[in-house]
Structure formats: structure tokens, C-alpha cells
């Protein structure tokens, strides 16, 4: 039977951009399907702008730091509207280039929703095109509990394009977006609260790292409200009022919640189709991203395994891989390094000292290091360096790194690779650091602790 489209991706993401991309610079014939701008969560709300977010919220800190070094600096000002202008423009900028890349190797852009007739057709707005494959890549969204005002709150979405910065905010959540959006408010002068169930946010983290976090934000005064709820959101004059469950209720100007996403399945007509979702409605895919239809594949946040664009973008590459040349292959999902844009930054790759006790019980060595950045020196400040080396004992291989500091997201993603290779403590040891900096803690620590 002769198809439209070798491959027919729905989603224009991290993972759909590269999986079309590859497969149709290998000759395949492609389509993608976006009804909203090209390059997905990650470029339009979420790690891009985020981070230019986070580099605008740090000038507050390198401000606090300047006069020790002799700067005067006058009364400093931020603009948000500027900001927020700044930042669409590089983003539509990004749009464009994903649209260029797309076009370049000859993948036709097809825009509007589209929705999966049968395995090997999918309907966009009055259109139907046939395919050989379909891959379903359609990301995540944002998920606001049902709560007494929970229309009243916005999402990481919303906190993109805010008209007006709030002078004081609650944020909802303990996970990666929560904890980077406290240090962005903060940072940028708004009061902000964050709320969240556990005794601790960022579960799942290093034990020490959610610790150090902690410290790190309590300094700054980010006001932290662990192990509670939110009970209702009231619209008042000025703005909402926040009941809690420990009965305190705080005015603000703005509430966002950050409590998870949830993959974006809605209307795409799975109902019809034999695909298996699991019960948070994440698609169920086999090692080689085939759902339970032999046409029909999903990738990315979808899946919900790793919701991280690199991961996207590796199961991208491992699909198209086997579209091109029919060998089925895998992602390895083992040591994937990560980074939280915390205030200062956190980073890990590998095993969580929890993590490796349940695994290797007592045949272990923690080497932890906690210092005064250099800059502190004329700097102030008390934010101090924090980093940790888990090791075997018997083999001496590193199975775990973390560092809450300053550039640890750039320190950790070079560890990674020596991690993935499989380094001893030995090869830490016997490699010579770069002087003065504080990545060069990693290779010095000697005594590790009881
Ligand atoms: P996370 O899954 O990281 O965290 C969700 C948080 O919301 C958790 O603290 C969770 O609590 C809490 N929560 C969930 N449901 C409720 C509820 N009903 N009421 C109150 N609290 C609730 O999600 P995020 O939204 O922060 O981020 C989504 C994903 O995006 C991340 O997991 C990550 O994969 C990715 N991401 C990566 C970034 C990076 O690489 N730097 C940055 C931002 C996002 P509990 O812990 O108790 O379950």
C-alpha cells in the first residue's frame, strides 16, 4: 500500500522535532503535525525560557556580591515587562530556527491538531494523511489538582507571560518547577511562599541536597511551609487569599501551582485504537517505543519515564534509528545526569546515598565536601559549596555525584561522563584539579565519612 508519509509525527517537541528530523535526513518522508509554536515544552514554557528566567533572577545575587569587589553600584531597578519581552523574542527567534531546521531536510510542517483515524491515518483540521508509522509526541501538561479556587491559580504556563511581576506569591509543589520558580521570584524581589505536602520538597533528590536547598532558600527568605496543604484560594480584592491546613491564611497577589504534568492525550483518539495507557494516562511502549499497535510509537513526556528534553531527544534518535535502518534499538537510561536551577544550582548523576544503601547496604564510601565559595571571600554571603561522592567500597567504583553550587549543572554534566564510563575513586584521585575553582573539590576529597 503506498502512504502519504513514511512516518507521520504529532507533536513538534524535543522528541517529535528529532525523530522527524533524522529519519527525513535519511531520506524517509515525513509530516509532523503542531497546533501550537514548533519546539514544544522546552522551548516555549519551559527550560529555555526558564532559564533565562533564572539568569535574570542571579543578577540580584552578583548585585549583593559587587561592592566587595568595588563596584558602587546605584540603586539597581528590574523591569519585568522587559524581561518578558526579551525572552518572547528569543523565543519566537528559537520557533523560526525549528521551523528552518524542520523545512531544511524536507519535513512537511502541517498545522493544527491532529487526531489518529485508524493505525495508519491521522486527521488534521479537514485533512487526512496516511502513514506508514505514526509516533505520538505530544508532551505533558501542567496538572492543577480539584480544590476549592483551584481555578484561580496558574501553572508554570502562565508564569511565562505574566503582565505584571507579583510583590508576593505562593507557590505550590516540591519538585524541579516549584523549587526553580521560588528562586526565580525570589531572586527578582517578589515575596514568596512555597507550600508543599512533604516534610521535605524534592523527594526522590539526595537526602544532603534537599537539606542544602533547604538551608540555601531559608537564607534567602524564601518562606517555606513543608508538610502542609492548600485548603482553599479566595479572590479578594488585592488578590487571592490562601487558606492552609495549618488554618494560616496569607494575601498574595498571584498563586501558582507546579504539582506535576500529566501527558497530553486528550482527543487524540486512542480510545479507538489498541494502545494501552497506564492509569495516569501515560502511554505504555515496549524498549523500543512500539505502543500495543505495530504502527503507532510514543516518545517523550508522553511515555512518562524521564520527563527530560535530553531524554526526548536520545529516544528520538534510537527511533528514528530504527525507522531508517530497521535495527531496533534501545535507550539506556541508566546515570542520566540532572540539574535543578535552584539559586544556587544543584546537580546529580547516578545513585542517591538512600538509593545506594538499599542497593549495596554497608559497602560504601560518602565523601562529602561543604566549603565558602572563593567569591564569598569579598564577596559575603552565606551560601556555602556542597558536594558528595558516593563510592563501592569493595570495586571503588563512583556511583553517585551531586553538588549544590554555583555552574554545578555545567560541573556535573563533565562528571557524567566519567561516571558513565565506569570511574573509580582512584581515577577522581589521580586526576589533577584545575586551580583555584570548586569543581576541583571533586577530585581532592580523601576521608570519607563514617
Ligand atoms: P514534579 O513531578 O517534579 O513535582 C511535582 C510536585 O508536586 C511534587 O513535589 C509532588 O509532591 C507535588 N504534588 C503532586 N500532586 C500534588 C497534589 N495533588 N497536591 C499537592 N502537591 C502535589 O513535577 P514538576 O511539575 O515540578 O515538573 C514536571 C517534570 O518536568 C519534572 O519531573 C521533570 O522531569 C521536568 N522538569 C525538569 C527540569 C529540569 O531538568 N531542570 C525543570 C522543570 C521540570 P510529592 O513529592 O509529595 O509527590
Given at each position: ?18 525523530t ?70 528569543e ?19 502541517i ?36 480544590f ?45 511562599h ?79 485504537l ?59 537510561y ?30 560504601l ?42 555552574y ?28 583555584p ?14
Amino acid at each position: 500500500m503506498k502512504y502519504d508519509f513514511d512516518l507521520f509525527v504529532i507533536g513538534a517537541g524535543s522528541g517529535g522535532v528529532r525523530t522527524a528530523r533524522m529519519s527525513a535526513s535519511k531520506g524517509l518522508k515525513v509530516g509532523i503535525a503542531e497546533y501550537q509554536a514548533l519546539g514544544g515544552t522546552c522551548v516555549n514554557v519551559g527550560c529555555i525560557p526558564k532559564k533565562l528566567f533564572v539568569y535574570a533572577s542571579e543578577y540580584s545575587h552578583i548585585f549583593d556580591q559587587a561592592e566587595g569587589f568595588g563596584w558602587s553600584i546605584a540603586k539597581t531597578e528590574f523591569n519585568w515587562d522587559i524581561l518578558r519581552e526579551n525572552k518572547n523574542k528569543e523565543i519566537e527567534r528559537l520557533n523560526k530556527i525549528y521551523n528552518n531546521l524542520l523545512d531544511h531536510v524536507g519535513v512537511k510542517v502541517i498545522r493544527g491538531r491532529a487526531s489518529i483515524l485508524d493505525p495508519h491515518s491521522v486527521k488534521v483540521g479537514n485533512n487526512v494523511y496516511t502513514a506508514k508509522n505514526i509516533l505520538i509526541a505530544t508532551g505533558g501538561t501542567p496538572y492543577i489538582p480539584e480544590f476549592p479556587g483551584s481555578k484561580l491559580v496558574v501553572t508554570s504556563n502562565e508564569a511565562f507571560y505574566l503582565k505584571e511581576l507579583p510583590r508576593k506569591i505562593i507557590i505550590v509543589g516540591g519538585g524541579y518547577i516549584a523549587v526553580e520558580f521560588a528562586g526565580i521570584f525570589k531572586g527578582l524581589g517578589v515575596e514568596t511562599h512555597l507550600v508543599y505536602r512533604g516534610p521535605l520538597f524534592l523527594k526522590g533528590f539526595d537526602s544532603d541536597v534537599r537539606n542544602k536547598i533547604k538551608e540555601e532558600y531559608e537564607n534567602q527568605g524564601v518562606v517555606l511551609h513543608f508538610s502542609t496543604d492548600v485548603e482553599e484560594v479566595k479572590k479578594i480584592n488585592s488578590g487571592y487569599c490562601v487558606r492552609l491546613s495549618t488554618k494560616e491564611e496569607i494575601d498574595v497577589d498571584l498563586v501558582m501551582y507546579a504539582t506535576g504534568r500529566i501527558p497530553n492525550i486528550k482527543d487524540l483518539g486512542l480510545e479507538s485504537l489498541n494502545i494501552k495507557t497506564k492509569s495516569n494516562g501515560t502511554i505504555i511502549v515496549d524498549d523500543y517505543f512500539n505502543t500495543s499497535e505495530p504502527s503507532i510509537y510514543a516518545l517523550g513526556d508522553v511515555i512518562g519515564r524521564i520527563e527530560l528534553t535530553p531524554v526526548a531527544i536520545a529516544e528520538g534518535m534510537a527511533l528514528s534509528n530504527f525507522f531508517v535502518t530497521g535495527m531496533r534499538s534501545s535507550v539506556d537510561y541508566t546515570n542520566i545526569p540532572t540539574a535543578i536551577f535552584s539559586q544556587p544550582n544543584s546537580a546529580s548523576v547516578g545513585l542517591t546515598e538512600e538509593e545506594a544503601i538499599k542497593i549495596h547496604g554497608i559497602d560504601l564510601r560518602i565523601y562529602k565536601s561543604q566549603f565558602r565559595p572563593m567569591k564569598a571571600t569579598l564577596g559575603g554571603g552565606d551560601s556555602k559549596v556542597f558536594m558528595k561522592l558516593i563510592v563501592i567500597h569493595s570495586s571503588d567504583v563512583v556511583i553517585g555525584c551531586h553538588m549544590v553550587g554555583d555552574y554545578a549543572g555545567e560541573i556535573i554534566q563533565g562528571l557524567a561522563v566519567a561516571i558513565k564510563a565506569g570511574a573509580t575513586k582512584q581515577n577522581f584521585d589521580s586526576t589533577v584539579g584545575i586551580h583555584p575553582t570548586a569543581a576541583e573539590e571533586f577530585v581532592t576529597m580523601r576521608q570519607p565519612v563514617d
